[in-house]
């Protein structure tokens, strides 16, 4: 374990960003800028020699590209992570399109046999096979996407990326306690988990806290 120099905080030897503050273990890059402050704050000087040193404890996340070009991890905000799930769930309902036609036609073909009926026997079946189905496949498409790449589409359109604490990949199984179990205690008490994106220092929703990952941008 490694303590922060800005904040204290213990974290992995391997962690190129703390955990609690964000603070960059690595050096600045050569001919770095000097960080903005935060809004309504006074700058913050570079060290002499040390062009573009990281701002210190107490201000948790970069709010422009420069931070990007140097190594300072910024948070994915609610909107822009909205519309990343927004675009995730057009790509999810365009892959079902073709089961909806399927089951349109079964419910037809069920009815005018005179066997229909959504409430009992078949019909209830076929309802809770579709479900299934459409639920098991968009828990496969995130912990899938989430564990090999990072992100869904909808993340890489925006340039977002999952990530742990120590601003590394994630596993399948933190992919799976995400997106599975953090997401529906997210959607409990109306989508509060996912609001608290927009109100928390790190941009964390409640399926973020619970699996200890974040969601950066990875580009300007």
Known sequence: MKRCPSCGAENPDDAAFCSHCAHSFSAPPPG????????????????PGQPGYPPPGGYPYAPGPQ???AGYPRYAGFWIRFVAAF???LIISAAFFPLNLIFSALSDRFYLWGSWDWREGTGVALVILFNLLRLAAGWAYYVIMTGRYG?????MLLKLKVVGEDMG???YGTAALREIVGKFLSSLICALGYIWAGFDDRKQAWHDKIAHTFVIVTGP
């Open 32 to 47: 770095g800028q000097a960080y903005p402050p935060p809004p309504g704050a006074q700058a913050y000087p570079s060290p």
């Open 67 to 69: 931070y990007y070009q």
């Open 87 to 89: 675009i995730d769930g």
């Open 151 to 155: 992100a869904t589409l909808g993340k």
């Open 169 to 171: 990949p994630v596993s």
